[in-house]
């Protein structure tokens, strides 16, 4: 026994002799309450479960208090008081990181055993079923105290939405779909309460609960299903699908009651996609080819249909709410391509979320330019803001010293607040524009195709968007496609609407005996693009050409591509390239069909020994923000479009 204390008074020594020397004492104010406001993403939350719709609610929160090594120290309970939220905790002069948790059942949580655990092994074990829950974490540099805390604070919701819409009763004379709903098969049961990977906590990580079984296929809706997220891009059973609807073929024949199945494929990249917490997934449904499958089993035992057309909107968060009180807008998005361009964005806070009454007295419109040198908005006169009803503003100046301004538009009030993200750009470039056939037959009625291409850089948000077709020796072929006709500034344009990035077809039909000339495609957020349609009889060929420009700075020295087509059995031939804005891209002057262009007066001079695919020319500007309209021309061809930098 001698021995044994002998021990521990000397083990008991060591400790005091080590905290005294090596760990400086914490001076710790007195504790005291902290005020704080909670902003939650959208006004449309879920309360008793995951799949019920209900009114803003928050039923718990909770802050975890870690030291500034991530160590667990203690968990407090915060109280609502008002639009606000109060909560008890330790002040510290220490740096200090919290987690802020709503809607977590801590029964079964124990704060002594969890004591000095890990931040990064206890937060990742919390799970949740059937409840939808919200987190965020901070880092509070000088510790804690009402002037180091934050005034408010956006929590991140652990689900996403998922809702359909039925597009294909737009197209006379096609098959369509009605009286459509969709069901979810392969979703997680468990959710995790925050993203993380790789041992961070990172927003926009696709985090799934270790062990979750999958849940049945949910019930079929025409509302929209929530859902935790999924690494779906690398599951061995991806999440789909089922779309159940009654199949109208052609001319209004039987109606049958059908499936299909649907894979969430990103269009850009034709990948599966992840379903990433807080946000929502919009799937729209284009176009059916036939009718689907008879039965649910077969539809669920397919590969996705293959006919069925449908595309993937992630549509943005528009409304913010702190469990009472609501701010909404418009846009989360805006795009600006022209000079003294002039928008509108309306916004709106409603004190009571399940009251349309709105007040939006106090609110405070604040615009920020990325660059003050380059502004989306001068400065002079800036932004005009009307109250009632709520409305900013705006006018674009001259077009950037840059190919692309940033800057956003910041709303809020009390503690609640939406983020307008606005570029001022020159305008997108229609990608590889032209007919089929072309040349075409001297005739009446003949059906022709015009293709062209909306690049992958255009934003989710800017579809649908709506594009017009100047032709005026054209018909739309209204057995392959419906375009209603606009009058604008006395001519006859056709309306185009579409859903999704890549290529899109229309359908037209000759409507003289010589229906050649220019046809002009136009939106506002692209340069026209100016596609000939020649006749046969003249013996003349057309490019397919285009460049590729990167949204981003355009100085001196950046590198162009001029993607070229030539139809087949053209080559050999020398194209000659018109410009005086570029110069040959040394880095890449030996690649490819590069070996087989030369300088010429005016321009370059490509020998094409090869036809019928797409070849890339690679190029550098001569100065900043280089300004042309450059052609290509070549003997047997009609000159191209003008290809604008």
């Known amino acids: 026994?001698?021995?044994?204390?002998?021990?521990?008074?000397?083990?008991?020594?060591?400790?005091?002799?080590?905290?005294?020397?090596?760990?400086?004492?914490?001076?710790?104010?007195?504790?005291?309450?902290?005020?704080?406001?909670?902003?939650?993403?959208?006004?449309?939350?879920?309360?008793?479960?995951?799949?019920?719709?209900?009114?803003?609610?928050?039923?718990?929160?909770?802050?975890?208090?870690?030291?500034?090594?991530?160590?667990?120290?203690?968990?407090?309970?915060?109280?609502?008081?008002?639009?606000?939220?109060?909560?008890?905790?330790?002040?510290?002069?220490?740096?200090?990181?919290?987690?802020?948790?709503?809607?977590?059942?801590?029964?079964?949580?124990?704060?002594?055993?969890?004591?000095?655990?890990?931040?990064?092994?206890?937060?990742?074990?919390?799970?949740?079923?059937?409840?939808?829950?919200?987190?965020?974490?901070?880092?509070?540099?000088?510790?804690?105290?009402?002037?180091?805390?934050?005034?408010?604070?956006?929590?991140?919701?652990?689900?996403?939405?998922?809702?359909?819409?039925?597009?294909?009763?737009?197209?006379?004379?096609?098959?369509?779909?009605?009286?459509?709903?969709?069901?979810?098969?392969?979703?997680?049961?468990?959710?995790?309460?925050?993203?993380?990977?790789?041992?961070?906590?990172?927003?926009?990580?696709?985090?799934?609960?270790?062990?979750?079984?999958?849940?049945?296929?949910?019930?079929?809706?025409?509302?929209?299903?929530?859902?935790?997220?999924?690494?779906?891009?690398?599951?061995?059973?991806?999440?789909?699908?089922i779309i159940k609807a009654d199949y109208v073929p052609i001319n209004n024949g039987a109606v049958s009651t059908c499936y299909y199945k649907v894979d969430l494929i990103n269009t850009g990249d034709l990948a599966l996609t992840d379903i990433v917490r807080n946000c929502h997934y919009l799937v729209k449904i284009n176009e059916v080819q036939q009718?689907?499958?008879?039965?649910?089993?077969?539809?669920?035992?397919?590969?996705?249909?293959?006919?069925?057309?449908?595309?993937?909107v992630l549509q943005p968060l528009l409304t913010v709410s702190n469990g009472t009180a609501v701010l909404g807008v418009e846009t989360t998005s805006l795009v600006l391509t022209k000079p003294n361009q002039t928008f509108n964005i309306q916004f709106a806070y409603f004190p009571n979320g399940t009251s349309l009454a709105y007040d939006n007295t106090g609110a405070s419109v604040i615009l920020m330019n990325d660059d003050i040198n380059n502004p989306v908005i001068p400065s002079t006169p800036g932004l005009s803001v009307s109250y009632s009803p709520g409305k900013i503003t705006g006018t674009t100046g001259a077009m950037p010293s840059a190919l692309l301004s940033k800057g956003k538009i910041i709303v809020s009030k009390l503690g609640l607040t939406r983020t307008i993200l606005v570029q001022f750009r020159y305008p997108y470039t229609m990608e590889m524009p032209f007919f089929s056939p072309n040349p075409v037959a001297q005739a009446s009625n003949l059906a022709v195709s015009l293709s062209f291409d909306i690049p992958s850089i255009v934003p989710d948000n800017a579809f649908p968007m709506k594009f017009y077709v100047t032709a005026p020796n054209l018909t739309p072929n209204n057995t392959l496609?419906?375009?209603?006709?606009?009058?604008?500034?006395?001519?006859?344009?056709?309306?185009?609407?579409?859903?999704?990035?890549?290529?899109?077809?229309?359908?037209?039909?000759?409507?003289?005996?010589?229906?050649?000339?220019?046809?002009?495609?136009?939106?506002?957020?692209?340069?026209?693009?100016?596609?000939n349609l020649t006749s046969s009889a003249t013996n003349v060929k057309t490019f397919i050409s285009w460049f590729s420009i990167k949204p981003s700075l355009m100085p001196s020295g950046y590198q162009i591509v001029l993607n070229l087509k030539l139809p087949s059995g053209s080559s050999p031939v020398d194209v000659n390239i018109n410009t005086t804005s570029l110069i040959i891209d040394p880095n890449n002057a030996t690649t490819g069909e590069m070996v087989n262009v030369t300088p010429i007066t005016g321009g370059y001079k490509y020998h094409a020994t090869s036809s019928g695919s797409l070849v890339q020319l690679y190029f550098k500007t001569t100065q900043s923000n280089a300004s042309e309209a450059i052609t290509l021309s070549a003997t047997g061809f009609t000159t191209s479009q003008n290809l604008n930098l």
């Open 1 to 241: 026994m001698k021995k044994i204390l002998v021990l521990l008074f000397s083990f008991l020594g060591l400790i005091g002799c080590v905290s005294e020397s090596a760990v400086t004492p914490e001076i710790i104010p007195d504790d005291g309450s902290i005020t704080f406001s909670i902003a939650l993403p959208e006004a449309e939350i879920i309360t008793k479960g995951k799949d019920d719709l209900a009114g803003t609610n928050l039923n718990s929160l909770y802050l975890l208090v870690f030291d500034e090594n991530g160590l667990f120290l203690s968990r407090y309970k915060a109280t609502r008081t008002g639009t606000s939220f109060t909560v008890e905790l330790i002040n510290s002069t220490r740096p200090r990181i919290i987690h802020f948790v709503a809607n977590y059942d801590w029964s079964g949580f124990s704060d002594v055993a969890n004591i000095y655990k890990d931040e990064k092994e206890l937060i990742p074990s919390l799970v949740i079923k059937d409840e939808v829950a919200y987190w965020k974490r901070i880092f509070l540099n000088s510790g804690i105290s009402q002037a180091t805390f934050p005034n408010s604070v956006e929590l991140i919701r652990n689900i996403a939405k998922i809702s359909t819409q039925n597009l294909t009763d737009l197209g006379a004379l096609k098959p369509k779909l009605v009286n459509m709903q969709f069901a979810i098969a392969n979703q997680l049961e468990y959710g995790t309460i925050a993203p993380f990977i790789n041992e961070q906590f990172t927003e926009g990580a696709v985090t799934e609960a270790a062990g979750s079984a999958f849940l049945p296929l949910t019930a079929f809706s025409n509302s929209a299903q929530f859902l935790y997220e999924r690494k779906n891009s690398t599951a061995t059973q991806p999440l789909f699908l």
């Open 481 to 531: 496609n419906t375009l209603p006709v606009i009058i604008e500034g006395g001519k006859y344009k056709y309306e185009y609407t579409a859903t999704q990035r890549g290529t899109q077809v229309l359908y037209f039909k000759t409507n003289l005996s010589n229906s050649t000339g220019s046809v002009v495609i136009s939106n506002s957020l692209f340069t026209d693009a100016i596609v």
């Open 291 to 312: 009718i689907g499958y008879a039965t649910l089993q077969e539809a669920m035992l397919s590969p996705a249909s293959n006919n069925i057309n449908s595309s993937i």
